[in-house]
């Protein structure tokens, strides 16, 4: 969180806010219910679950900040990068009902639910389904450097 904290944002606007529910409280059972089914299966393992949250409009002038969401994504890349260092694993998640959540956690109006990111240590890979070790135990695929990387125009 701390890693978060430090994350730039436009205007120094800092518009994230982390709702962070432990296992067992009523703040992560919220959390863990606005998750589609299919995040809710492995989810529940996770000892720490964070509702990402942005605030849409600049304090300064009350006027939208186009870029709310790319700074809440930038301190949420800050936070897992520590969270790594720091031998922790994390996931993200859009898979999710932004609505439910920011409903049931009560999230003023101005703020918007943007993502979730579970937290936890790696579990064994026996502990997984045979869906789940399929998905989890398969080497990552990357779109190759030339693909992202544009020296020129853009020509897609």
Known sequence: MEAARW???????Q????IVGEKG???YNHI???LVEWNQLWAVNAPVLVL?????LFT??????DTYKYDLGQAVAFMIIEA?????VSHQMSGFDSDMAEKSLNISQGYH????????????????????AQLELKPRERKNFDTIVIRGKFND
Not at 60 to 65: G, K
């Open 7 to 13: 994350a730039p944002s436009a205007y120094n606007e």
């Open 15 to 18: 518009p994230w806010r982390f």
């Open 25 to 27: 409280t009523e703040v």
């Open 32 to 34: 863990l219910e606005s």
């Open 52 to 56: 990402n949250i942005a605030k849409q």
């Open 60 to 65: 300064h002038n009350n006027t939208p900040n």
């Open 84 to 88: 790594m260092n720091q031998g922790v």
């Open 113 to 132: 639910a943007v993502s979730v990111t579970a937290f936890g240590y790696q579990g064994h890979k026996d502990m997984l389904t045979e869906d789940f």
